[in-house]
């Protein structure tokens, strides 16, 4: 294996470094349009709020018997899905983008629907939780492809929120015992 054509042209870097220094963390190394990522991951932080206000509201609408354990679960996702979106807060603020959390446009932007319950069906509820984390678990793995390797940083945190989905995923699988 022989890497010796690898070479930094620090000179060059240097004087990039100083050009545009407003943007930041981003560089003439971000691979992707900045303005694109921002909107994406815009789209993933209202899909987070509408996630963690489904769980909530689902939360609170369980009851009668076995309801403990489901509510339990629905707690936990809510309070995972809210820290999910802080984390798409401030990478888009990292990125020099204005998180947008304006409930107007939330449900439109969202990719999971909200949906609550009239009547107390624990089993409903966990299948239209189980179906909103398979949505999301298809398309934040298309955004990790997306990225590739033109933003290592947005990747990986794309990435540690799909496993804790695919967790979420789990749970509600073991739950509803499929
Ligand atoms: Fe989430
Ligand atoms: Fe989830
Ligand atoms: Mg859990």
Known sequence: MSDGSFSIDVAAIRE???ARMDEGPVTSTYGRDVDKVIAVLNDVLATEIVCW?????????????????????FHEHAKEERHHAMRAA????????DPDFDPETLAR????????????????????NLYAERIVIQ??????RWLGDAD?????LMESILAEEEDHA???TDLLGI
Do not use: W
Not at 53 to 73: L, P
Not at 90 to 97: A, T, W
Not at 152 to 156: A, D, V
């Open 90 to 97: 401030e990478r888009i603020s990292q990125l020099g983008g």
């Open 139 to 144: 398309s934040y793995q298309d955004i990790i």
């Open 53 to 73: 206000m489904r769980y909530s509201q689902n939360a609170i609408a369980c009851s009668g018997i076995d309801s403990a354990q489901v509510a339990d679960e």
């Open 170 to 172: 789990d749970d509600l």
């Open 16 to 18: 990039r470094a100083r």
């Open 109 to 128: 932007r969202s990719h999971t629907p909200y949906t609550t319950f009239a009547d107390n069906d624990l089993t409903a509820m966990l299948k239209e």
């Open 152 to 156: 290592p940083t947005t990747r990986r």
